[in-house]
């Protein structure tokens, strides 16, 4: 198993930055892949970027080139880089580790084992 939390949500103004952390602790298995994923009010949850223990990483299409995630095999502090923030970004953003191996980055939440309780980013206009 392994503890996973976020931190780093707050308030900010569109085209501020702000860079959340996903700290892994606990840890008795191996990660192969950390996940963030993000929960507007009244909406489903949806990805935002996966880095796998390899370094590989894959971005939503509304986060390219403003998003970036960074972390080091066994991924116990995985960084989101959040740059130019919009209103439409405004949500809970939560990480989650994949434990089962896999070579590159994971898209789908399903394919993640363990899940933060969420860090909160409003983004105001």
């Known amino acids: 198993q392994v503890r996973l939390v976020e931190s780093g949500g707050r308030m900010v103004q569109a085209g501020e930055s702000l860079t959340l952390t996903c700290e892994a602790s606990?840890?008795?298995?191996?990660?192969?892949?950390t996940g963030w994923f993000r929960q507007a009010p009244g909406k489903a949850r949806e990805f935002v970027a996966s880095i796998s223990w390899t370094g590989s990483t894959f971005y939503a299409d509304s986060v390219i080139g403003r998003f970036t995630t960074t972390g080091e095999h066994p991924h116990n502090m995985v960084l989101l880089q959040m740059n130019n923030l919009k209103p439409e970004d405004t949500a809970v953003y939560y990480c989650a580790q994949r434990q089962t191996y896999t070579y590159t980055y994971r898209i789908t939440a399903s394919d993640y084992d363990y899940w933060g309780q969420g860090t909160q980013v409003t983004v105001s206009s």
């Open positions: 606990e840890r008795t298995v191996s990660t192969y892949a």
